[in-house]
């Protein structure tokens, strides 16, 4: 079965330094990766997602993520954090029937 | 990019009630929208697959009775939480993916509240 995991609850980091949000996945075939961002009492909104070709994927607010097939990972990075990054951060994987299987979350707090 | 509303965005509700929360997808048609429960400092959970005109595909555990889902157009679903008790208070987030497939798209997510 298709999973995610993110082993993070928190990554705390200062402003201006670079950021790394962990994520590693499980799946049989190739994998559809996804990463979202939720701030407070809101909705998810879509940072960017791994299909297939490059393996750094560039995506919303300056954020990118690397698939690593052999370390089957999936790490959402920026190269100087904000503090308006400060919010939830869910990787996810398609699974099954089109459905999207969530990690846990990871806090990001960026402090100034 | 696309826009999925919800309503509403917060709702109060005395227990044994029911409550309705739309999802609107405004400037796409929606073949298929997913409805999520997300408990504080938790995961969103998958509760349920509305397909449009076809009755919704629930995931193991969650109770068809208690949450009902009707998905009449392709722009509107609704979530019914019948006869709700505190234990349903909770955050409710839909998400509608296109024709062909393709990008979900997320609602803003609906608090309930039952008192």
């Known amino acids: 079965a298709q999973s995610v995991a993110q082993p993070e609850d928190q990554v705390n980091v200062a402003e201006g330094n670079p950021l790394t949000v962990k994520c590693t996945y499980s799946v049989s075939g190739n994998p559809y990766l996804f990463w979202y961002v939720q701030y407070p009492n809101r909705g998810l909104q879509f940072l960017l997602k791994?299909?297939?070709?490059?393996?750094l994927v560039k995506g919303s607010y300056g954020f990118e993520a690397e698939f690593n097939k052999s370390q089957t990972s999936f790490h959402l990075k920026k190269p100087s954090a904000l503090v308006s990054d400060s919010a939830l951060y869910f990787c996810a994987v398609r699974g099954g029937y089109n459905k999207l299987i969530f990690g846990a979350g990871t806090r990001l707090a960026v402090h100034p | 990019g696309a826009v999925v509303s919800q309503h509403p965005s917060w709702v109060i509700c005395k227990s044994g009630t029911s409550v309705k929360i739309e999802c609107r997808s405004l400037?796409?048609?929606?073949?298929?929208m997913f409805w999520y429960r997300q408990f504080p400092k938790q995961s969103l959970m998958l509760m349920a697959t509305s397909n449009e005109g076809s009755k919704a595909t629930y995931e193991q555990g969650v109770e068809k009775d208690k949450f009902l889902i009707n998905h009449a157009s392709l722009t509107l679903s609704t979530l019914t939480v019948t006869s709700a008790h505190p234990e349903d208070s909770s955050f409710y987030i839909c998400s509608a993916r296109g024709q062909g497939g393709g990008e979900l798209f997320f609602g803003e997510g609906s608090r309930l509240t039952v008192l």
């Open positions: 791994y299909i297939t070709g490059d393996n």
């Open positions: 400037d796409f048609q929606a073949t298929t």
